[in-house]
């Protein structure tokens, strides 16, 4: 009997299973589609932003408008009131005389005005 050498053993690869192919047509619908998504979101986005813009400066111009018409009324009753106040100081007899005078000093002045301020209670 002639002896051999034994065999190695050699383990055995398992078997691969094969993968089915890839489909390119759904990930590039689905890429596609995001794409599409995200330039719909972003042109609505900018047309909103615009829209905003133009009512935001039509308030803007409202209220200036507005503001401008207060500011007028406002001077104008300020100018009323100080004539007024001018007409009464006019007709009085007391400050006519004080200016009318060649020469007056302070304290004429000052009596003239604190008489004034107590006619008027103020």
């Known amino acids: 009997m002639?002896?051999?050498?034994p065999t190695p053993i050699v383990p055995m690869r398992p078997q691969t299973t094969s993968r089915p192919p890839k489909k390119r047509g759904s990930a590039v619908l689905f890429?596609?589609?995001?794409?599409?998504?995200?330039a719909l979101a972003?042109?609505?986005?900018?047309?909103s932003s615009q829209g905003f813009d133009?009512?935001?400066?039509?308030?803007?111009?409202?209220?200036?408008?507005?503001?401008g018409s207060i500011l007028d009324r406002s001077i104008e009753q300020q100018r009323a009131l100080a004539?007024?106040?001018?007409?009464?100081?006019?007709?009085?007899?007391?400050?006519?005389?004080?200016?009318?005078?060649?020469k007056f000093d302070e304290a004429t002045v000052r009596d003239v005005l604190e008489d004034l301020r107590k006619a008027a209670g103020a």
């Open 83 to 102: 004539l007024s106040e001018v007409r009464l100081l006019v007709d009085d007899n007391r400050v006519r005389s004080t200016v009318i005078t060649p």
């Open 42 to 47: 972003g042109a609505a986005s900018w047309f």
């Open 54 to 67: 133009e009512s935001m400066l039509r308030l803007d111009q409202v209220a200036l408008q507005q503001a």
């Open 31 to 38: 890429w596609g589609t995001g794409l599409i998504m995200l």
């Open 2 to 5: 002639i002896r051999t050498a």
